[in-house]
């Protein structure tokens, strides 16, 4: 029995983990490699295995980093099915066919200037056919129940509590009276979150895999000051009649900053405050969240079974037209606008920024981390001229990072999950992580429980099992 990396190692995008046990292949995650063009168009152009010898897949979570080759595979002859829970199998669904979308955009954009210069064109990874071809392999599973998914493989899925459908996904091998179980923890999320029920406790395992998104620091778990802030930005808005922009991830983010701000309203701790939610991906995410109470926490539950809409608020308004959202720039404020793309690279939040960003009285807020080269890390670093469209702009308004929203638990958490697998696996692989992280998570393992064996894994690598 052994497990291959083909992502995710020693870096955060495109997990991909392949289990080997006796001559059946599951590969756990197919995600796409997101960084820069040419690096990713060479690690997703080449998986790293033969999709036709993989059985079977498991999937852990919707985003696109864990997801988003899966069509690259039955395009490649896979032929088998992917069990994921029923909420990560709707969402997946419509981030593959956005993930299509935004490929064809991006291959057109690229080909003009190509052709230009006389060079090769490039393709999307795959067509929109491609993923109605996975998307009908899709098997939905229930959290906690036990299924055979390949010959002497058992399999369940546990709520990771990260995003809405995310799961652990724990496998039990049997062969010649033995049996080895893994856990791969997927991406783990924090207790107390919006919408979502707490991470579960983990099942015993013999082998782990762990993400380390965060495996060397601790979130700023300060309420009272994150609630002060948010207070004290409505208020400025309000008393400005200005407008505050949040740039967002259509699936998660969005519905997880809409929670907390009705939260807020409800406590009487700010007032009501337009709100507008502009972003059909996000939209089309919400449908989903209302169809799956099944994953709610206590709280959101009864909502749900009071007014059978988590989201419904007066002071809440759905954009779904580009007509509707271009009406938005004439609206006066207050208001606050949640709009994708999170990183601002693109989607209607530029739109947004591009009409607010020279105003003084106005403010952008960013709650999600801003890779490099993009327009919100420039935001973030508080540029004074930033290009929108390829415009050099004057920005005047103010720029308020909030922290501690994030969907992924710290170091602290992360060890509070491993400490819960009694009795501890013997055999730790750290994974999704930047390598600093890994390895300083790694070390902190290594520490806290003598004789475990603890691995971080470069990509393409083999272990025996
Ligand atoms: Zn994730």
Same mark, same amino acid.
């Given at each position: 029995?052994? =497990?291959?990396?083909?992502?995710?190692?020693?870096?955060?995008?495109?997990?991909?983990?392949?289990l080997e046990m006796g001559g059946t292949r599951i590969l756990l995650d197919c995600?796409?490699?997101?960084?820069?063009?040419?690096?990713?168009?060479?690690?997703n152009s080449h998986l790293g295995f033969e999709p036709k010898s993989v059985q079977?897949?498991?999937?852990?979570?919707?985003?696109?980093?864990?997801?988003?080759?899966?069509?690259?595979? *039955? /395009?490649?002859?896979? +032929?088998?099915?992917?069990?994921?829970?029923?909420?990560?199998?709707?969402?997946?669904?419509?981030?593959?066919?956005?993930?299509?979308?935004?490929?064809?955009?991006?291959?057109?954009?690229?080909? /003009?200037?190509?052709?230009?210069?006389?060079?090769?064109?490039?393709?999307?990874?795959?067509?929109?056919?491609?993923?109605?071809? =996975?998307?009908?392999?899709?098997?939905? !599973?229930?959290?906690?129940?036990?299924?055979?998914?390949? &010959?002497?493989? %058992?399999?369940?899925?546990?709520?990771?509590?990260?995003?809405?459908?995310?799961?652990?996904?724990?496998? /039990?091998?049997?062969?010649?009276?033995?049996?080895?179980?893994?856990?791969?923890?997927?991406?783990?999320?924090?207790?107390?979150?919006? =919408?979502?029920?707490?991470?579960?406790?983990?099942?015993?395992?013999?082998?782990?895999?762990?993400?380390?998104?965060?495996?060397?620091?601790?979130?700023?778990?300060?309420?009272?000051?994150?609630?002060? =802030?948010?207070?004290?930005?409505?208020?400025?808005?309000?008393?400005?009649?200005?407008?505050?922009?949040?740039?967002?991830?259509? !699936?998660?983010? %969005?519905?997880?900053?809409?929670?907390?701000?009705?939260?807020?309203?409800?406590?009487?701790?700010?007032?009501?405050? +337009?709100?507008?939610?502009?972003?059909?991906?996000?939209?089309?995410?919400?449908?989903?969240?209302?169809?799956?109470?099944?994953?709610?926490?206590?709280?959101?539950?009864?909502?749900? *079974?009071? &007014?059978?809409?988590?989201?419904?608020?007066?002071?809440?308004?759905?954009?779904?037209?580009?007509?509707?959202?271009?009406?938005?720039?004439?609206?006066?404020? +207050?208001?606050?606008?949640?709009?994708?793309?999170?990183?601002?690279?693109?989607?209607?939040?530029?739109?947004?920024? /591009?009409?607010?960003?020279?105003?003084?009285?106005?403010?952008? #807020?960013?709650?999600?981390?801003?890779?490099?080269? %993009?327009?919100?890390?420039?935001?973030?670093?508080?540029?004074? *001229?930033?290009?929108?469209?390829?415009?050099?702009t004057r920005r005047r308004a103010r720029i308020v990072r909030l922290n501690g929203?994030?969907?992924?638990?710290?170091?602290?958490?992360?060890?509070?999950? #491993?400490?819960?697998?009694? +009795?501890?696996?013997?055999?730790?692989?750290?994974?999704?992580?930047?390598?600093?992280?890994?390895?300083?998570?790694?070390?902190?393992?290594?520490?806290?429980?003598?004789?475990?064996?603890?691995?971080?894994?470069?990509?393409?690598? *083999?272990?025996?099992?």
């Amino acid at each position: 029995m052994n =497990i291959s990396f083909h992502g995710a190692a020693r870096s955060v995008t495109g997990s991909r983990h392949l289990l080997e046990m006796g001559g059946t292949r599951i590969l756990l995650d197919c995600g796409m490699f997101q960084g820069r063009r040419d690096l990713a168009r060479e690690r997703n152009s080449h998986l790293g295995f033969e999709p036709k010898s993989v059985q079977t897949v498991l999937l852990s979570h919707a985003h696109i980093d864990h997801s988003g080759a899966l069509p690259i595979l *039955t /395009k490649e002859q896979f +032929p088998g099915s992917v069990y994921m829970t029923s909420a990560t199998a709707d969402l997946t669904k419509i981030l593959l066919e956005d993930s299509a979308k935004i490929q064809q955009g991006d291959c057109r954009y690229v080909n /003009k200037k190509e052709r230009r210069r006389g060079r090769d064109c490039v393709t999307p990874f795959y067509s929109m056919e491609d993923v109605h071809d =996975i998307a009908a392999r899709f098997q939905g !599973v229930r959290y906690g129940s036990s299924l055979s998914a390949a &010959k002497n493989v %058992t399999i369940q899925f546990h709520d990771a509590g990260h995003i809405l459908g995310s799961a652990a996904i724990w496998a /039990k091998y049997r062969h010649r009276g033995q049996s080895t179980s893994i856990l791969f923890s997927g991406d783990l999320g924090r207790a107390n979150m919006p =919408i979502l029920r707490d991470p579960h406790l983990p099942p015993p395992c013999d082998v782990l895999i762990i993400e380390s998104t965060y495996g060397d620091r601790l979130h700023d778990d300060d309420q009272t000051k994150r609630r002060a =802030i948010a207070k004290d930005l409505v208020n400025h808005a309000i008393q400005h009649k200005s407008k505050i922009i949040v740039p967002a991830f259509s !699936v998660g983010r %969005t519905q997880d900053l809409i929670m907390r701000i009705k939260e807020l309203v409800n406590n009487g701790e700010v007032s009501p405050i +337009p709100i507008f939610i502009d972003s059909p991906l996000a939209l089309k995410a919400m449908k989903i969240f209302r169809q799956h109470p099944e994953c709610y926490d206590e709280e959101t539950y009864q909502t749900f *079974t009071a &007014k059978g809409d988590i989201f419904a608020e007066k002071y809440i308004n759905f954009i779904s037209t580009s007509k509707e959202s271009k009406l938005l720039n004439r609206r006066k404020g +207050p208001c606050v606008i949640i709009s994708a793309s999170g990183m601002c690279e693109g989607g209607r939040v530029v739109h947004h920024l /591009k009409n607010t960003i020279e105003d003084e009285a106005n403010v952008v #807020v960013l709650v999600g981390w801003q890779a490099e080269h %993009t327009l919100g890390r420039k935001l973030a670093e508080e540029w004074e *001229t930033v290009p929108i469209f390829g415009v050099p702009t004057r920005r005047r308004a103010r720029i308020v990072r909030l922290n501690g929203y994030s969907a992924h638990a710290d170091r602290n958490d992360l060890l509070a999950y #491993v400490r819960a697998i009694k +009795p501890y696996p013997r055999k730790v692989f750290v994974v999704h992580g930047e390598e600093r992280q890994s390895l300083s998570f790694a070390m902190a393992l290594q520490t806290e429980f003598p004789g475990m064996e603890v691995e971080v894994p470069k990509s393409e690598s *083999t272990y025996q099992l």
